[in-house]
């Protein structure tokens, strides 16, 4: 890429940065193994969310060899609220990887890092450059907006194949000395200056060597196509209580959404749903209240949820548990808001 103001366009980059960047728990240190954790926490969650869940978790398991020993129901329940949860488990695998192949180091190289469980081209790029400063790309959501407007890309970023014009260009810009700090504050723009509504142009340290700014448009970058319809499927939970204040739980499959969390038993809406229910369970209902409705959605789905009390006679299908050991279980976020109307 044919670019003027490299040099300067860095400078500034960096300059702001270091001068302007939040006081975050992952950048005070340099352990590849700390920025990872930030890193896959990030993916599709905001920073202010993060941050309890990293200075906890860390706090857990300060070391690889303590996060690759630890109990996947201990590991999740730290994981419990923030989502995806495939990716603690993608991370424990990748640990495990890195102690069994690469004598507890993280990989300091792009080949083998990339072959670590749930380490993609971004994850990689992060914890080379942020760790290692190895001039390495690192293109998410923010990083493409960004330089959509500077270099006037108007390639449609939800293509797949569109990152790799971005990865091109992040590895021409970027400060070989100063790799930690371009790659990072790439992303800082793109939180704080460089939005994807209302861009915050005369605050941006780098609007002297932008396309988008001096053409007037910055809003309509990057080119994004449409989302994926959302789907909607309507679902009653019910949370039995025995006559022993035992409540009936059950794990979900090991693959799939929300792959061995704990919920309350949760029957697809119809016309005979409570008789599906206690045909299913071998339970006969007493009593039943209205709990909660609601919806949580998911990022290509949304899930309608009605919930509903009821006493019930013990039987031997589920799990039936006092609440102090369902205190323990990991919930995804749809069962713990049921969980804390009923506690």
Not at 4 to 12: A, C, L
Not at 15 to 35: A, C, G, S, V
Not at 153 to 181: G, M
Not at 188 to 203: D, F, H, M, R, V
């Amino acid at each position: 890429m044919n670019y003027p103001y490299v040099t300067e366009f860095r400078q500034s980059l960096i300059n702001w940065f270091e001068q302007e960047k939040r006081d975050l728990p992952w950048r005070h240190t340099k352990d590849p193994y700390k920025i990872w954790v930030s890193e896959v926490m990030l993916q599709q969650t905001r920073v202010d969310t993060v941050i309890p869940y990293y200075n906890r978790f860390i706090e857990s398991f300060p070391t690889l060899q303590l996060l690759a020993e630890a109990p996947q129901e201990y590991l999740l329940k730290h994981w419990e609220g923030l989502g995806y949860y495939s990716r603690a488990r993608n991370l424990q695998a990748g640990v495990r990887e890195v102690l069994e192949n690469y004598g507890g180091i993280v990989p300091d190289n792009r080949h083998d890092i990339s072959k670590l469980k749930g380490v993609g081209p971004y994850t990689a790029g992060a914890i080379l450059s942020i760790a290692y400063n190895k001039p390495e790309h690192a293109v998410d959501g923010n990083v493409m907006r960004v330089l959509s407007r500077v270099l006037n890309i108007h390639d449609d970023i939800t293509v797949p194949k569109t990152k790799k014009i971005f990865e091109a260009a992040v590895e021409d810009l970027i400060d070989p000395a100063h790799s930690s700090s371009f790659n990072q504050g790439l992303m800082e723009l793109g939180a704080l200056i460089c939005t994807p509504t209302s861009p915050k142009c005369l605050l941006c340290p780098v609007r002297d060597y932008c396309t988008a700014f001096h053409e007037g448009f910055p809003e309509k970058l990057p080119v994004k196509s449409k989302k994926t319809k959302m789907k909607h499927i309507y679902y009653n939970v019910f949370v039995c209580e025995d006559s022993t204040g035992r409540l009936l739980v059950e794990q979900r499959p090991e693959e799939g959404l929300l792959a061995n969390m704990w919920q309350f038993p949760m029957i697809e809406q119809g016309e005979d749903c409570i008789e599906t229910f206690t045909k299913l369970y071998g339970v006969q209902a007493q009593e039943q209240q209205e709990i909660l409705t609601f919806k949580h959605i998911f990022s290509h789905l949304t899930w309608h949820i009605n919930s509903y009390y009821m006493k019930c006679t013990t039987t031997l299908n589920g799990q039936w548990l006092t609440r102090e050991q369902i205190e323990l279980l990991p919930m995804p976020v749809p069962m713990l808001k049921i969980w804390q109307k009923i506690k």
